[in-house]
């Protein structure tokens, strides 16, 4: 088992959709959680950091289930400018950062 | 502008050679790490170094290898590359993220190997 795994997409979604992504991770004593957007060919960017009492940054929000190890990253009335590789990344207590295989995103017109 | 630089941006090389890819982040950003992200594949952690010191690796073998500097620039040296070593290397150094203090990751633009 990988030990960050998302959906495998892709997603293809008409402008205006809401979608939803997951990740699960499998080390219990993982400590922080992001997620990041990567364009295609260039380097990844922070979206957003994931807490357990969840975050919203306008149309993205994140949300963090420690018990059973899931996150997720809904994205309302998508945008053009939305579609990119979403990649879930997990820290864990020894300080090694893993990065989820990324799930594609195309919104459409 | 994220404040970690890499180079070179493209290069390529032939089965056997070695490579040494570059980056050089802000003042002050003590720890630095270097992934390798394959086609169509998230980046995968090869090893990290803080204050000069390696202080975390994955699952590369001895011949990949780094060094970092007083001056916060640190290298990443592959020996005899193989043609699996293509890929895009990303440098990343960890900074404070405003709103939470968690470290997160910047990234450099990256360095695009191809091996022939």
């Known amino acids: 088992r990988k030990e960050v795994e998302q959906d495998p997409g892709p997603f293809n979604v008409p402008e205006g959709a809401t979608v939803a992504f997951n990740c699960t991770y499998s080390?219990?004593?993982?400590?922080?959680f992001f997620w990041y957007r990567q364009d295609c060919r260039k380097e990844p960017k922070l979206l957003m950091s994931?807490?357990?009492s969840g975050n919203e940054d306008g149309r993205f929000t994140a949300q963090l289930n420690r018990a059973s190890q899931y996150i997720s990253l809904l994205i309302r009335d998508s945008k053009l400018s939305d579609s990119a590789t979403y990649l879930c990344v997990v820290i864990t207590s020894y300080d090694k950062v893993i990065f989820g295989p990324g799930t594609s995103l195309s919104v459409i017109p | 502008e994220t404040g970690v630089t890499q180079s070179p941006t493209h290069l390529i090389k032939t089965r056997g050679q070695q490579v040494t890819l570059r980056c050089s982040s802000q003042s002050g950003h003590n720890t630095v790490s270097w992934y390798q992200q394959a086609l169509g594949q998230g980046p995968q952690f090869i090893f990290q170094y803080y204050r000069e010191e390696e202080n975390g690796r994955g699952n590369f073998p001895p011949r990949f290898s780094g060094l970092q500097f007083p001056n916060y620039s640190s290298e990443l040296n592959v020996n005899a590359l193989e043609l699996d070593d293509s890929a895009l290397y990303l440098c990343a150094s960890r900074t404070p993220h405003a709103g939470s203090g968690a470290n997160v990751l910047t990234f450099g633009a990256g360095s695009r190997l191809t091996v022939l």
């Open positions: 080390n219990s004593a993982s400590q922080s």
């Open positions: 994931v807490y357990s």
